[in-house]
């Protein structure tokens, strides 16, 4: 996508701006024609001491040289006031704009974020996208701050000074226009040559961060393999081939100013030369050759911080690019017209012919069948990779099924708005994630308007007021980054109290007791006896003490379901299901197929 592409995509997000930044832009340009007013009010003055009563400004009716002098003093103080007030509000205005543009866009583009299918933050890094929302706004927020004021007054600056040249002595002004074309065309060939290597800086800057949230996000594992020298020699090599992308670039607009340099330097001499002979030959006044020597350091000067200008703006319109391109990820799972009340439900699920595959892979569910009657509770178990809790996400449409269709209460869920789907189903997975906060706020995570009192008694619940209770601040106990001072089973039991006070007809206990010990799934056992009462509850576990009070027990094997019934009647059929409870009780299996598939799961 070029630049002028991000450009007026960028533009159509500032529509809602659109009165503060053409009020941003008269202020800067107002600033600017004041501040190219100096040189016109020294040549003024020049006239003044030169001619005497006979000077400019004694065609307005002030006659004598005194009053004249005063009206120059007055000019002045006007003009540099003028100029200050200006300055002032230019840049309170711009930094306003940048201020508000990089919030909106950085909720725009989180909010847009969230709306993404799970497959998305498969496929990228966690990295990349907080350098999109954190750096990349931030390099956008800059050049709105600093930049397009900087281009605006640029151009008014070649605008004006060039017309007054003109008018004043149009022969020694075409000496400053000739280096002015080449600038431009210099500046056109640094900016198509800059724009690659500033988009290879933000990807490399892409790779570095989603190294580092990777190796932080894994410094348990990273410890206790030793392999500190192993990640540092990593991120050293992600933070040279940011390093070298930087070089390359910063050494191409680094050449650009020093030659610009050289063309200024070259129109100042003919300027301050012929102008002078002319000056001294009666040609030309006095006080307009004062003028064009002023003023032409007005002129070309400024273009010396085209260089830096341009870098801003390629560096802000590749971080642009990298944001928009988020902003505009198509939304591939959408909710239905359909609202539902999670009061009013009760709870069926009827899985019909449903076809799945994971994007590359060879096809997971095949012409799955499974009916969920509401209110009872359904034990699902298989090997590792049979499709378990791919029917959960499938339910929650966290990925779209290839065919088939999944029903609650006899409507097609994808008819169903998205978040009255979701707001019908709590869900507990072995991996809980606990947000950095106290632990209350986790509890009532997701139920907003909770009071104490129903925190406590979803913890009680949960079987975690007791633990809730020995920590130094109870409920209002920091739990740290991803829950980390508290212990898995603490952990998973908090989940547990958060799925309950959620109070959701459908509850999905997804492996959570995978990970704890013998007490803590006690515990939960006890809970969702508790708790599954007057709810449909699907548990898929590995542990099948965790199914075995289930009103049904499916099966699992490639996709399909090969076993089905309550624990006695599946012990009974000698196959599958009985094979792996004999393992779990530390008995000899018979040779069964998929017990290994079992056991290793």
Same mark, same amino acid.
């Given at each position: 996508?070029?630049?002028?592409?991000?450009?007026?995509?960028?533009?159509k #997000?500032?529509?809602?701006?659109?009165?503060?930044?053409?009020? *941003?832009?008269?202020?800067?340009?107002l600033?600017?024609l004041f501040?190219?007013?100096p040189?016109?009010?020294?040549?003024?003055?020049?006239?003044v001491?030169?001619?005497?009563?006979?000077s400019?400004l004694?065609?307005?009716?002030?006659?004598?040289v005194?009053h004249?002098?005063?009206l /120059?003093?007055?000019?002045?103080?006007?003009?540099?006031?003028?100029e200050?007030?200006?300055?002032?509000?230019?840049?309170v205005?711009?930094r306003?704009?940048?201020?508000?543009?990089?919030?909106s866009?950085r909720?725009?583009?989180?909010?847009?974020?969230?709306?993404?299918?799970?497959?998305?933050?498969? +496929?990228?890094?966690?990295?990349?996208?907080l350098a999109?929302?954190?750096?990349?706004?931030n390099?956008?927020?800059?050049?709105?701050?600093?930049?397009?004021?900087?281009?605006l007054?640029?151009?008014?600056t070649?605008?004006?000074?060039?017309?007054?040249?003109a008018?004043l002595?149009p022969?020694v002004?075409?000496?400053a226009?000739?280096?002015?074309p080449?600038?431009?065309w210099?500046?056109? $060939?640094?900016?198509?040559r800059?724009e690659?290597?500033?988009?290879e800086?933000?990807?490399?800057?892409?790779?570095l961060a989603a190294?580092l949230?990777n190796?932080l996000?894994?410094?348990?594992?990273?410890?206790?393999?030793?392999?500190?020298?192993?990640?540092?020699?990593r991120l050293?090599?992600?933070s040279?081939?940011?390093?070298l992308?930087n070089?390359?670039?910063?050494?191409?607009s680094?050449?650009?100013i020093?030659?610009?340099?050289?063309a200024?330097?070259?129109?100042?001499?003919?300027?301050?030369?012929?102008?002078?002979?002319?000056?001294?030959?009666?040609?030309?006044?006095?006080? *307009?050759?004062?003028?064009?020597?002023?003023?032409?350091q007005?002129?070309?000067?400024?273009?010396?911080?085209?260089?830096?200008?341009?870098?801003?703006?390629?560096?802000?319109?590749?971080?642009?690019?990298?944001?928009?391109?988020?902003?505009d990820?198509?939304?591939?799972?959408?909710?239905?017209?359909?609202?539902?009340?999670?009061?009013?439900?009760d709870g069926?699920?009827?899985?019909r012919?449903?076809?799945?595959?994971?994007?590359?892979?060879?096809?997971? /569910?095949?012409?799955f069948q499974?009916?969920?009657?509401?209110?009872?509770?359904i034990?699902i178990?298989g090997?590792t990779?049979?499709?378990?809790?791919?029917?959960?996400?499938?339910?929650?449409r966290?990925y779209?099924?290839?065919?088939?269709?999944?029903?609650?209460?006899g409507?097609?869920?994808?008819?169903?708005?998205?978040?009255?789907?979701r707001r019908?189903?709590?869900?507990?997975s072995?991996?809980?994630y606990?947000? #950095?906060?106290?632990?209350?706020?986790?509890?009532?995570?997701?139920s907003?308007?909770?009071?104490? $009192?129903?925190?406590?008694w979803?913890? +009680?619940?949960?079987?975690?007021?007791s633990?809730?209770?020995?920590?130094?601040d109870?409920?209002?106990?920091?739990v740290?980054?991803?829950?980390?001072?508290?212990s898995?089973?603490?952990?998973?039991?908090?989940a547990?109290?958060?799925?309950?006070l959620?109070?959701?007809?459908?509850?999905?206990?997804?492996?959570?007791t995978?990970?704890?010990?013998?007490?803590?799934?006690?515990a939960?056992?006890?809970?969702?006896?508790?708790?599954r009462?007057?709810?449909?509850?699907?548990v898929?576990? #590995?542990?099948?003490?965790?199914v075995?009070?289930?009103?049904?027990?499916?099966?699992?094997?490639?996709?399909?379901i090969?076993?089905?019934?309550? #624990?006695?009647?599946?012990l009974?059929?000698n196959?599958?299901?009985?094979?792996?409870?004999?393992?779990?009780?530390?008995e000899?299996?018979?040779?069964?197929?998929?017990?290994?598939?079992?056991?290793?799961g």
């Amino acid at each position: 996508m070029s630049n002028q592409s991000a450009l007026r995509r960028l533009l159509k #997000h500032l529509a809602p701006q659109r009165r503060l930044v053409m009020t *941003a832009i008269s202020c800067s340009l107002l600033n600017k024609l004041f501040d190219l007013a100096p040189p016109a009010l020294i040549g003024l003055a020049v006239d003044v001491v030169v001619r005497g009563r006979q000077s400019f400004l004694s065609g307005f009716g002030v006659v004598t040289v005194t009053h004249q002098l005063w009206l /120059l003093a007055l000019l002045t103080l006007v003009v540099w006031s003028a100029e200050s007030l200006f300055e002032y509000l230019y840049g309170v205005l711009w930094r306003n704009l940048a201020q508000t543009t990089q919030h909106s866009l950085r909720l725009e583009a989180y909010d847009h974020l969230q709306q993404l299918e799970l497959a998305f933050f498969e +496929q990228d890094s966690s990295g990349r996208l907080l350098a999109v929302l954190n750096d990349d706004i931030n390099q956008l927020e800059r050049f709105l701050d600093r930049g397009a004021n900087e281009i605006l007054q640029l151009v008014t600056t070649v605008t004006v000074v060039g017309v007054g040249m003109a008018l004043l002595a149009p022969q020694v002004a075409l000496f400053a226009y000739l280096p002015i074309p080449v600038i431009l065309w210099g500046s056109l $060939r640094f900016q198509k040559r800059l724009e690659p290597r500033y988009r290879e800086v933000r990807a490399r800057a892409g790779d570095l961060a989603a190294r580092l949230a990777n190796n932080l996000g894994g410094m348990l594992t990273i410890k206790s393999f030793t392999a500190e020298a192993l990640e540092l020699q990593r991120l050293q090599r992600e933070s040279e081939a940011y390093r070298l992308s930087n070089a390359r670039a910063i050494r191409l607009s680094a050449a650009f100013i020093p030659l610009i340099r050289f063309a200024i330097l070259f129109a100042f001499l003919a300027i301050l030369l012929i102008g002078g002979f002319q000056a001294v030959q009666g040609q030309l006044a006095v006080a *307009a050759y004062s003028v064009m020597v002023f003023i032409t350091q007005r002129l070309l000067w400024p273009l010396t911080t085209l260089g830096r200008t341009l870098d801003d703006f390629q560096r802000s319109m590749a971080s642009t690019q990298r944001v928009l391109d988020l902003v505009d990820t198509p939304i591939r799972i959408t909710g239905g017209p359909t609202n539902l009340d999670p009061s009013t439900v009760d709870g069926t699920l009827c899985f019909r012919a449903v076809d799945f595959a994971y994007a590359g892979r060879p096809p997971l /569910l095949q012409d799955f069948q499974l009916s969920v009657p509401a209110g009872s509770t359904i034990g699902i178990v298989g090997s590792t990779g049979s499709g378990k809790s791919t029917l959960v996400k499938l339910l929650l449409r966290l990925y779209e099924r290839d065919g088939g269709e999944i029903l609650l209460d006899g409507l097609p869920i994808e008819d169903l708005r998205l978040q009255d789907l979701r707001r019908c189903i709590a869900l507990v997975s072995q991996e809980v994630y606990l947000f #950095h906060g106290t632990v209350a706020e986790n509890i009532a995570y997701g139920s907003s308007g909770a009071n104490l $009192r129903a925190i406590e008694w979803a913890a +009680q619940q949960s079987e975690s007021a007791s633990f809730i209770a020995e920590l130094p601040d109870g409920y209002d106990t920091l739990v740290g980054e991803r829950g980390q001072r508290l212990s898995g089973g603490q952990r998973q039991r908090i989940a547990l109290a958060r799925a309950i006070l959620k109070d959701a007809p459908i509850l999905v206990l997804d492996e959570a007791t995978a990970a704890v010990d013998n007490d803590t799934e006690a515990a939960i056992q006890r809970s969702l006896e508790r708790v599954r009462k007057d709810r449909t509850t699907l548990v898929i576990a #590995h542990r099948l003490s965790t199914v075995r009070h289930a009103d049904s027990i499916v099966v699992m094997e490639q996709g399909r379901i090969v076993e089905q019934g309550r #624990h006695d009647q599946l012990l009974a059929l000698n196959g599958v299901y009985n094979n792996l409870w004999r393992v779990q009780a530390g008995e000899s299996p018979k040779a069964q197929g998929g017990t290994d598939a079992l056991i290793r799961g």
